[in-house]
C-alpha cells in the first residue's frame, strides 16, 4: 500500500512534464489545417452569429451559432454572407471546390465549363438550407427581410444525344459551334436599329461587344415563390424591397431595356426600352427615386453617347431623359460619362453624377502591328514621371467630374472643373455647399516631397461657384456632419483649425488644450500627423479632439475654453482613450448618451473599455480591462448586444459576445482546437535603455516551458515600432516574407521585437542604437545564448538589417528580405507598382534621409550598406524577387555581387514573378522551409541543406529545389 502510494506521488509529480513532451512542435504541415477568420457578423436581432473560417488556399466554412440557445450550423465553403434584415435567414454563396477550379484552369476549360458557385439560403430557425445551382450574385433589400434575388451563370448548351457522334473534320466542328447558340428569339418586325445592322460590313470598323444577360430570379423568403426573368446584365433592389430593379440585354437587342418589378405583386413594368446599354441602376434611400444612363440613342453610332436618366419609383410613365451632352449647366463639348458612379443626396433632392470632356473619335490605324513605334518620352516638365502616367493611363482616360441634377428645379450645376477635379460632398449630399480640392500645381512635388500638397475650395452647390480657402496645404479639409463648418489639421502649426462656412471666421480651436495634440513620438522628415479626433456633437456644436491620452471638447467659435471629457484620467494612468461608434450609420455624437471608449494602456498594453458622457464630470467607468486584445466590435442593430474578438499570444481570436456592459461575456466559437496539441510560448513586455540613452520597450517571446537556466537560440525580427502588439495573437503561416513568431518559438527559439525610435538622417544608426543595446540586455539576463543570435526583417528592416551587421558582429546570422543596399542608387529609382520616385522615401519619408542628394550627400554614403560591405562577417540570407514593385530588386543584387566579390558567404533568393512579399502559397511555403533551414544551421547546428552548400546551377532549375540536407561529415 506505501509502495503504490509512493508510486502515484511519483506519476503525478512527472505528469505535467509528459503532458508537455506529448505536445508537438509547429511544423510546416500545419499551414494546411491551420484557419484564419475570414468574415464574422451579427444579425439585427442579436440572436446569431456567423464566422466564415479556413486555411490559407483551402475551402471555407461558415459556421453559424445561435446566441439564445445551443443551436449551430456549419456550411462548407460558404462565402459573401448575409443576414436579412428581418433575421429569420442568412443567404451566402457557397464556392465551387478550390481544388476543381484549379483543375479546370490546369485543363483549360472554357469559363462556362468550369465549377461555379452556388446559392444557399439558410433559415435560422430550423437549420434547413434551400440551394440554387450556378449562381453568380444575388442581392438583398436593405429594409425588408421578405426577398432575396439572384442572378445565375451562362446556361450550358445541351448537345443533342440522339445525334451520332462523327469523326473529327473541320467541317463537322463548325455546325457542332453552331448548336451552341442561343435559341433563337420570336421573329420580329426590322425597327430602324435592326435595318442598319443588316448594311453591308465595314471591314474597318471594330466590331461591337454586345452584352448578353442570363436568367435573375426573384424569390419570396416566406413562400419560397420564385419568378425569372430572362436576359438580366445587373440588378438592384430598392432599399425598401418594394422594387426590384434589372437592367437586361442579348445579342439582337431585342430585350434591351430596364423594368421595375412591384415585388408584392409581381407586376412589371417597362422603365425604359430600346437597343443599347443601361448601367449604373442607382435609388434614394427613401425608395422614391431611380436614375440610371443608357446609350440607346447611340447605340449604333460610331462614337457610343450616354444620357441620364430618372424615373420617380412606381411611375407609369418612362423614365426621363434628363441629362446628355447639350444639356443647360453640362460645359460645351462635354457629356456625361459612363464611368461615374451615381448617388442620390440622403433626403433624395438632388442626384449627383459624372460628367468629362468628350474626345474626339480615333482615327484608325492601319499600320501593322510589328511596324508600329513603342517608345515613352520622358518630359522634365511633366507634371507625373511617365511610368506613374502608364499606370494611371485607364484611370486618367475614364476620369470624371462631378456634377449635380436638382429635382425641385430640373438645374444641372458642374462642381468639379478640370481645374478642380475632386469634390467632398457634406451632410450626405444634403448640403448647399461642397469642398473641391486640387494637387494639379503640385504634381510634381510628390517625386520629392510628401504628403501631397492641395489647394481646397468651398463649393457653392446651387451655383457652382467656387471659393478658395487654403492654398499649398499637406491636408484636405472636412465639412462638419451638419455642413456649418470646415476644419482640418495645420501640420506647420500641429493645431486643429475650424473655418464657419458663412461668414469665413477662422479659429485655433485646439490652442488653449495644455498638452500636445500632435504625435510626439514622430520621427519622420515631414511635420507630424495629430492625434486625430473623435468628430462633432449633434448640431455641430462642438468639436472633439484627442490629445495622446485624453479626449478635449472644444467649441468652434472660439468662446469656450477646452473641456477634458476623460478627466486628465488617461494622462494620468498612461491610458489612451479612443471613441468607438456602435453605430455605423452614427454621424454625430450626443452629449447626454453614454458614449464607448476604448481603453489602452500605453506602458502596459493592457486594453479594454469604458463608459463616459460628455456632459458629465464622472471619471470613465471601466467596464472590461483585460491583458488582451480586442477587436472587431459590432453592435446588434436593434438590440443591446456585442459581438468581438479577444486574443493574445497565446489565445486566438475566437468571437465573444457580451451585452453593452460587458457583463456575462461568452467564448462562441474555437477556431483552431488543434492548438492544444502544438506546443506554443508566451509573450513579455522587455523594457531596456538604448545605447544613446533612450527608454525602450519590445517584445520576448519564450518557448512553452521556458528553462531561465537553460540558455536558448533566439531570433530577432523589428519593423519601427510593434510594441503595441504585445498581445497580438499570430497563427501559423507560410511566410510571404518574415519569420512566423509562434513557429520558431514552438520549435524552441526566443523570439525578441525591439522599437526603434529614429533620428532623421541616421536611419541606420538609430536602429544600431535601439537593437543592438536591446540584444545586450537579454544577453545578460543569462538565458540567451549569445553565439546563438540570428535577425531577420523585409523591406525597411531588411535595410536596417543589411546596415546592422555592417556595425555589429553580435549575430551569428541574418536574413535580409528586400534590402535597399545602396540609397543612391535606390533614390533614382522607381516604385514601380505605382510609378512613383523613390526620391520621397528619403527625403520626407520613412528613409528618413532628410535632404536630397545633394543636400546631403554623405548621409546617402553613411547609411548605404554597400559601401562598408567589407565589414560585414555575418553569413547573410537576401530575399529579393524580381517583381518587387516597391523596392527595385537589384538593390538586393547590389549588396549579393558585392559580398561575393568580397568572399563572404552569401545567397540571394529571388521568386520569379512574384512581388515586394510572396503571394503565391506554395511559393511561401518553400521559403518558409528555406528560412528555417538557413537558421537552424547557423543558430542549431542542423545539416545545410543542398542549395546552400552547393547552389542550384541554372541547369537543374525546375529539377530540383535543393531542400534536402547534406549528409553529416563523420
Known amino acids: 500500500m506505501r509502495l503504490s502510494t509512493c508510486l502515484l506521488s511519483v506519476l503525478l509529480s512527472i505528469s505535467p512534464l509528459v503532458f508537455a513532451q506529448q505536445k508537438k512542435p509547429l511544423d510546416h504541415d500545419v499551414y494546411e489545417v491551420w484557419n484564419r477568420t475570414h468574415a464574422s457578423n451579427i444579425s439585427d436581432n442579436g440572436q446569431w452569429a456567423f464566422l466564415s473560417i479556413g486555411p490559407d488556399e483551402k475551402d471555407t466554412e461558415l459556421r453559424i451559432t445561435s446566441l439564445t440557445d445551443d443551436r449551430s450550423y456549419a456550411i462548407p465553403r460558404g462565402e459573401a454572407i448575409r443576414f436579412t434584415r428581418d433575421s429569420h435567414y442568412i443567404v451566402t454563396l457557397i464556392k465551387a471546390f478550390k481544388d476543381s477550379v484549379q483543375q479546370a484552369k490546369r485543363d483549360k476549360k472554357k469559363p462556362e465549363e468550369s465549377p461555379k458557385d ?37 446556361e450550358i448548351a445541351k448537345k443533342d444525344s440522339t445525334v451520332k457522334k462523327k469523326k473529327k473534320a473541320p467541317e463537322p466542328e463548325k455546325k457542332e459551334e453552331q448548336t451552341s447558340k442561343p435559341e433563337k428569339q420570336p421573329e420580329q418586325k426590322p425597327g430602324p436599329e435592326e435595318a442598319k445592322k443588316e448594311e453591308p ?43 426590384l430593379i434589372f437592367a437586361a440585354a442579348n445579342k439582337d437587342s431585342t430585350a434591351d431595356g430596364i423594368y421595375a418589378i412591384r415585388t408584392s405583386t409581381g407586376d412589371t413594368t417597362a422603365i425604359l426600352t430600346g437597343a443599347g446599354d443601361y448601367k449604373k441602376i442607382t435609388t434614394d434611400e427613401s425608395s422614391l427615386h431611380l436614375a440610371f444612363i443608357a446609350n440607346r440613342d447611340s447605340f449604333n453610332a460610331e462614337q457610343q453617347e450616354y444620357a441620364l436618366y ?109 481645374t478642380i477635379p475632386n469634390i467632398r460632398l457634406g451632410s450626405e449630399g444634403n448640403a448647399d455647399v461642397a469642398i473641391g480640392y486640387s494637387i494639379l500645381p503640385y504634381r510634381q512635388l510628390i517625386s520629392w516631397d510628401s504628403p501631397a500638397y492641395y489647394d481646397s475650395y468651398l463649393i457653392d452647390i446651387k451655383t457652382g461657384e467656387a471659393t478658395r480657402v487654403l492654398t499649398k496645404m499637406q491636408t484636405r479639409p472636412t465639412l462638419s456632419p451638419e455642413s456649418k463648418y470646415i476644419y482640418w489639421w495645420d501640420r506647420i502649426h500641429k493645431n486643429w483649425y475650424v473655418q464657419h462656412v458663412k461668414n469665413m471666421i477662422r479659429v485655433r480651436v485646439s490652442k488653449n488644450i495644455p498638452h500636445p495634440i500632435h504625435n ?241 538622417g541616421f536611419p541606420g544608426e538609430s536602429a544600431v542604437n535601439a537593437v543592438v543595446s536591446g540584444v545586450t540586455h537579454l544577453i545578460n539576463r543569462g538565458f540567451v545564448a549569445p553565439d546563438r543570435i540570428g535577425v531577420q526583417g523585409h523591406s525597411w528592416g531588411g535595410y536596417q538589417i543589411a546596415y546592422m551587421i555592417t556595425r555589429t558582429n553580435i549575430f551569428r546570422a541574418a536574413e535580409a528580405g528586400a534590402p535597399v543596399s545602396n540609397m543612391i542608387s535606390a533614390y533614382g529609382g522607381i516604385r514601380w507598382s505605382s510609378g512613383l520616385s523613390r526620391m520621397m522615401q528619403y527625403e520626407k519619408s520613412q528613409s528618413r534621409i532628410g535632404g536630397s542628394l545633394w543636400e546631403a550627400p554623405t548621409r546617402f554614403i553613411e547609411n548605404s550598406p554597400i559601401f562598408w560591405a567589407d565589414k560585414i562577417q555575418t553569413p547573410l540570407l537576401i530575399l529579393h524577387n ?52 538557413f537558421f537552424d544551421h547557423y543558430l542549431k547546428d542542423a545539416p545545410a541543406p543542398v542549395w546552400m552548400s552547393a547552389g542550384i546551377p541554372a541547369v537543374q532549375k525546375g529539377k530540383t529545389l535543393g531542400l534536402e540536407l547534406e549528409k553529416e561529415q563523420p
Not at 518587387?884 to 520569379?912: C, H, M, S, T
Request: aromatic share 12%; no cysteine.
Open 520 to 760: 510626439e513620438l514622430h520621427d519622420w522628415p515631414y511635420p507630424p500627423s495629430a492625434h486625430g479626433n473623435a468628430g462633432w456633437t449633434k448640431g455641430d456644436k462642438e468639436f472633439l479632439i484627442y490629445d495622446r491620452y485624453d479626449i478635449w471638447l472644444t467649441d468652434p467659435n472660439g468662446r469656450k475654453a477646452p473641456v477634458n471629457i476623460t478627466e486628465g484620467i488617461g494622462r494620468e494612468t498612461e491610458t489612451r482613450f479612443r471613441y468607438v461608434r456602435l453605430d455605423p450609420e452614427e454621424r454625430a455624437r450626443d452629449p447626454k448618451a453614454d458614449l464607448l471608449l476604448s481603453g489602452f494602456n500605453l506602458k502596459t498594453k493592457a486594453m479594454g473599455y469604458y463608459r463616459d458622457r460628455i456632459e458629465s464630470t464622472d471619471k470613465p467607468a471601466e467596464r472590461i480591462a483585460r491583458n488582451k486584445r480586442f477587436s472587431n466590435l459590432q453592435k446588434a442593430k436593434d438590440t443591446d448586444v456585442l459581438l468581438f474578438r479577444q486574443s493574445s499570444f497565446e489565445e486566438y481570436p475566437d468571437l465573444w459576445t457580451s451585452d453593452l456592459d460587458f457583463q456575462n461575456t461568452r467564448k462562441i466559437s474555437e477556431v483552431n482546437p488543434q492548438q492544444k496539441d502544438y506546443l506554443w510560448g508566451t509573450a513579455e513586455l522587455v523594457e531596456w535603455v538604448s545605447l544613446d540613452g533612450k527608454p525602450l520597450q519590445g517584445i520576448l517571446y519564450k518557448p512553452e516551458n521556458f528553462d531561465p537556466a537553460q540558455k536558448y537560440p533566439m531570433l530577432v525580427y523589428f519593423y519601427e515600432k510593434m510594441s503595441h502588439q504585445l498581445h497580438a495573437h499570430r497563427a501559423p503561416r507560410a511566410s510571404g516574407a518574415s519569420i512566423n513568431f509562434p513557429f520558431y518559438v514552438s520549435r524552441g527559439y526566443l523570439i525578441f521585437i525591439p522599437d526603434i525610435p529614429y533620428k532623421v
Open 882 to 933: 524580381d517583381d518587387d514593385g516597391a523596392v527595385p530588386w537589384y538593390q538586393g543584387i547590389e549588396l549579393f555581387v558585392a559580398l561575393r566579390r568580397l568572399g563572404k558567404p552569401a545567397w540571394l533568393v529571388n521568386y520569379n514573378g512574384e512581388a515586394h512579399g510572396i503571394r503565391k502559397h506554395h511559393n511561401r511555403k518553400d521559403w518558409s522551409i528555406r528560412l528555417q533551414q
Open 310 to 418: 430618372y424615373w420617380p419609383v412606381g411611375s407609369r410613365n418612362k423614365a426621363k431623359k434628363i441629362a446628355r451632352s447639350g444639356t443647360k449647366g453640362i460645359p460645351p463639348n462635354w457629356w456625361v460619362s459612363e464611368h461615374a458612379n451615381l448617388s442620390f443626396s440622403k433626403d433624395g433632392k438632388r442626384l449627383f453624377f459624372g460628367t468629362a470632356p468628350r474626345p474626339g473619335v480615333e482615327a484608325e490605324d492601319d499600320t501593322p502591328d510589328d511596324e508600329k513605334v513603342a517608345v515613352d518620352i520622358w518630359n522634365w516638365k511633366d507634371p507625373y514621371l511617365q511610368p506613374m502616367q502608364l499606370k494611371d493611363a485607364k484611370e486618367e482616360r475614364e476620369r470624371t467630374y462631378r456634377a449635380v441634377f436638382h429635382l425641385n428645379n430640373g438645374k444641372i450645376v458642374q462642381l468639379a472643373t478640370e
Open 118 to 154: 452556388s446559392l444557399g439560403i439558410i433559415t435560422l430557425a430550423t437549420g434547413d438550407i434551400f440551394k440554387a445551382a450556378r449562381v453568380k450574385s444575388f442581392k438583398l433589400p436593405k429594409e425588408n427581410g421578405g426577398w432575396v434575388a439572384y442572378l445565375l451563370e451562362k
Open 201 to 243: 460590313k465595314d471591314p474597318k470598323k471594330k466590331k461591337r461587344k454586345k452584352a448578353e444577360g442570363t436568367t435573375l430570379v426573384l424569390r419570396n423568403l416566406q413562400t419560397s415563390a420564385e419568378t425569372r426573368y430572362n436576359h438580366v446584365i445587373s440588378y438592384a433592389f430598392t432599399e425598401s424591397g418594394s422594387y
